[in-house]
């Protein structure tokens, strides 16, 4: 079967490989619309499996998750600063300063959700981020849940060498 010679023009045969990838950004833009939309009605628990799904995307996901970091309940900035976390490539933007730790940080600062919190200051924890240790250490003197000071003081005991008898201090304190 023979195509039709508009088909085997330059012209056409450009405007597929240009229209081919922005179709396929459009459908991951809005398959990370829905995967937000879901978290909205479901438990903070289910922040890691949708964090999971958009990180299955790649990084065509990227620019459409970091909208999230800032808006949203603290579960959607959780979930989208996992999934950029674990993107990568976040480095270059704000003057060297990862736009996922910013908000990891900022959400273990925040006491508005308490189990967003504890699980902001794990995965910093957990992944080691250590530009993350000198900001959370300042956090040791407020006051919150014990469990959360415990979390807290462990990840600053990993993350931040310079801050480790502060956090051994809390610690004590709290098993006092």
Do not use: C, N
């Not at 922005?22 to 829905?34: F, H, T, Y």
């Not at 000071?149 to 201090?169: N, T």
């Amino acid at each position: 079967m023979k195509h039709p010679a508009i088909l085997r023009s330059p012209v056409a045969l450009a405007l597929l490989l240009v229209l081919g990838p922005l179709r396929a950004q459009d459908e991951v833009s809005q398959r990370v619309d829905q995967l937000f939309a879901q978290l909205d009605q479901t438990p903070i628990s289910q922040a890691w499996r949708i964090s999971d799904e958009i990180v299955r995307l790649g990084d065509a996901a990227i620019p459409k998750v970091r909208e999230r970091l800032e808006a949203g309940a603290p579960k959607v900035r959780l979930a989208a600063a996992r999934s950029l976390l674990l993107l990568g490539g976040e480095e270059e933007v704000l003057g060297g300063e990862d736009p996922a730790v910013l908000a990891l940080v900022g959400l273990a600062s925040s006491s508005g959700d308490d189990e967003a919190r504890r699980l902001a200051i794990d995965l910093l924890a957990e992944e080691e981020v250590d530009e993350a240790g000198p900001a959370l250490a300042r956090l040791l003197m407020e006051p919150m849940p014990s469990v959360t000071k415990a979390r807290l003081a462990h990840a600053v005991y990993r993350l931040a060498p310079d801050h480790r008898e502060s956090a051994r201090r809390i610690m004590r304190d709290l098993l006092r």
